[in-house]
């Protein structure tokens, strides 16, 4: 004997509902995962581009003028717009803005007669988002008088 049934039964409409939940949350995820890179990503740039900026204007400074050590921090006000270079021989800095929530620290040290060496680190700290570290660096030469 044939039913002649339409619609579905309340076992295959649970096994429906649960299928398309699942695909749901796959696809949220994979959307909220893609913002949270599409976050770090950006901050990794403009962390990138702020630490080669310092570096630019500290090779246009003759190494002459910077101290033989010294250092400088977003953190405490003392690398930012319009501040001077670290020992305040070279500078001032025009910097654009360091996103929010991250640190930069510029370190200045001789490792040889002659030689400055650069260090730009910038940081977020504090776990408020993904970790992020970027450093660069450069080594300046004295010009002989």
Do not use: C, H, W
């Amino acid at each position: 004997m044939e039913r002649n049934r339409q619609g579905l039964s309340l076992l295959e409409l649970i096994f429906a509902a649960t299928i398309l939940g699942i695909a749901t949350l796959y696809l949220l995820q994979l959307y909220v995962g893609g913002v949270r890179i599409t976050q770090a990503t950006f901050d990794e740039v403009a962390a990138t581009s702020y630490a080669s900026d310092v570096l630019e204007q500290l090779q246009s400074a003759e190494a002459d003028l910077l101290p033989e050590t010294g250092s400088a921090s977003s953190a405490d006000g003392t690398l930012r717009n319009g501040a001077s270079i670290p020992g305040g021989l070279a500078g001032p800095f025009y910097l654009e803005e360091l996103p929010s929530g991250l640190e930069a620290t510029l370190t200045i040290t001789t490792p040889s007669t002659g030689l400055r060496r650069a260090v730009v680190q910038v940081t977020r700290p504090g776990g408020k988002g993904p970790k992020l570290t970027v450093t660069l660096e450069t080594l300046m030469e004295q010009v002989r008088r």
